[in-house]
């Protein structure tokens, strides 16, 4: 291994205009320093049934494809906020192999690279860092590389390939996973964003899975979902598919995703800022889209549940002059007795977690009377609980939206009033809903008075999103 100490003293000479730039836009580099992180740090406790609250991120990017961090950069501020799972998910690629960076050049490090640089070295020290510089050898070894990714790396760009220049090798996952996990403590998951047209994340994955092509959105979809669930029940791993941000570019309508009978998780909330949570006025919000999904298909269909995943899709780290899609935004709380990725499956596909944008649920449960939900309170804030679901005998008609002209735009269709109805709204921290007996499935969002500090959107508060479970009449069919 090469020393990267005089590298990173050439680099440092640039610092003075990329700390320029931050003044100007005011960014603030995130703090990636362990000064109180481990006395900061509160064990979770366990629930009287012996489970307990784990917190993770199952949307996450490094610069394996265009996250703009090294990832142990990215893993490291994770397991410094509290966290107790991450998914690495990096575009069509898992962190396997051998891939070579330009530290300054790469279009992922946003004109940052010789500061990321630095902090990498300062955090974890010059003889962990790996440099080379290019040579023949190097050359005849790099355009061996497939271009494309998958599991084996990429190649360094032709144009940063000069000799002369030193690159930076970033480390795969079985390498620097055991600087962090701790068992009961943090794990480390492999997984990758199959992108296409349609991007679906797997967690827990082995082998890498190419983007399964489909005519549309509805059956670009099948066919990724058919490819993990090939591989899960081939090499009897448990892993989890989910459809990410629908909303980003207007790609996926409702009506692709009800149809889907192996659709389980898709994100309800994703903190990056293009991802359109909240729709238009032509597109509709995400979690309108979900109560359409989820009454679609258990009032018409006969299908499963959908569950809402709020996560980061975190791309921008540390000394990033971007925000756009920072860390720290949405998580998943799971219940389970283990930190494994398989009790974590397991308890996911059962319903048996939440999301939040900063709400702290202390226990959820249902039965054949209700559901019932006991808030975490932070002094001063209060909280407003909004139970959502759908009636037996709702109108399943729709109608297309269309425009001035008359054409109809390729957007969710208009569906009746009936569907995701606000059931109850009640205030404090112990609410609880009564079944009536002719609900399809009950859900919950749980809105605080705090403002969210990070937000995806201005003006957004705290939340917590409560998954769905089936009512009385969903039951009887």
């Not at 107790?84 to 940052?112: C, M, Q, V």
């Not at 009978?261 to 990056?272: A, K, R």
């Not at 319903?351 to 054949?368: A, C, P, Q």
């Not at 008609?397 to 109850?424: C, F, H, K, M, Q």
Request: glycine share 10%; charged share 25%; aromatic share 10%.
């Amino acid at each position: 291994m090469k020393s990267t100490l005089t590298f990173a003293a050439s680099l440092i000479a640039g610092l003075s205009l990329i700390n320029a730039a931050h003044a100007h836009t005011g960014h603030v580099p995130m703090d990636y320093g362990l000064d109180g992180a481990p006395e900061t740090y509160e064990p979770p406790r366990p629930n009287a049934d012996g489970t307990y609250w784990w917190k993770g991120n199952l949307h996450t990017h490094t610069l394996w494809s265009d996250g703009d961090a090294y990832p142990e950069m990215v893993v490291d501020w994770y397991k410094q906020h509290g966290y107790h799972f991450l998914a690495l998910s990096d575009h069509n690629i898992l962190s396997e192999g051998n891939k070579w960076i330009h530290p300054t050049e790469n279009r992922y490090t946003r004109g940052a690279g010789a500061a990321a640089l630095r902090d990498y070295i300062d955090r974890f020290g010059e003889d962990w860092v790996e440099t080379r510089v290019v040579d023949e050898i190097f050359l005849a070894e790099q355009r061996a590389v497939p271009p494309g990714g998958g599991s084996g790396g990429r190649r360094v760009p032709d144009e940063q390939l000069r000799l002369g220049e030193e690159l930076v090798r970033l480390k795969p996952l079985n390498e620097f996973r055991q600087l962090f996990e701790e068992s009961g403590r943090f794990l480390l998951i492999q997984a990758e964003e199959i992108t296409d047209y349609i991007h679906v994340n797997v967690t827990n994955i082995i082998e890498f899975i190419p983007p399964q092509r489909g005519d549309g959105a509805r059956e670009t979809i099948e066919n990724n979902l058919a490819a993990v669930y090939e591989q899960r029940e081939r090499l009897g791993q448990p892993m989890m598919p989910h459809l990410n941000h629908p909303n980003w570019r207007w790609r996926v309508t409702a009506e692709d995703m009800f149809p889907v009978e192996n659709l389980s998780f898709f994100e309800v909330y994703n903190g990056h800022r293009n991802s359109q949570n909240y729709g238009d006025e032509t597109h509709k919000s995400l979690e309108r889209m979900w109560d359409i999904v989820l009454s679609m298909r258990l009032g018409e269909l006969g299908y499963g549940l959908v569950y809402g995943l709020g996560l980061d899709d975190s791309h921008n780290y540390g000394q990033s002059p971007l925000d756009v899609s920072r860390p720290g935004r949405g998580w998943v709380m799971v219940r389970s007795r283990f930190l494994t990725p398989e009790q974590l499956v397991h308890a996911m596909e059962a319903g048996d977690f939440y999301s939040s944008s900063g709400v702290t649920l202390s226990w959820f449960e249902s039965d054949e009377t209700g559901l019932s939900i006991e808030i975490e309170p932070e002094e001063g804030v209060t909280y407003t609980t909004k139970f959502i679901g759908t009636r037996k005998g709702f109108s399943p008609d729709s109608e297309p939206i269309v425009d001035e002209e008359g054409n109809v735009l390729p957007v969710t269709r208009r569906y009746s009033d009936e569907i995701g109805v606000v059931l109850a709204t009640v205030e404090g921290t112990s609410p609880r809903y009564e079944f009536e007996g002719d609900e399809l499935y009950v859900r919950a969002r749980v809105i605080s008075s705090k403002d969210k500090v990070d937000y995806y959107k201005p003006g957004d508060k705290e939340k917590a999103w409560v998954q769905p479970v089936r009512g009385p009449a969903a039951a009887e069919m």
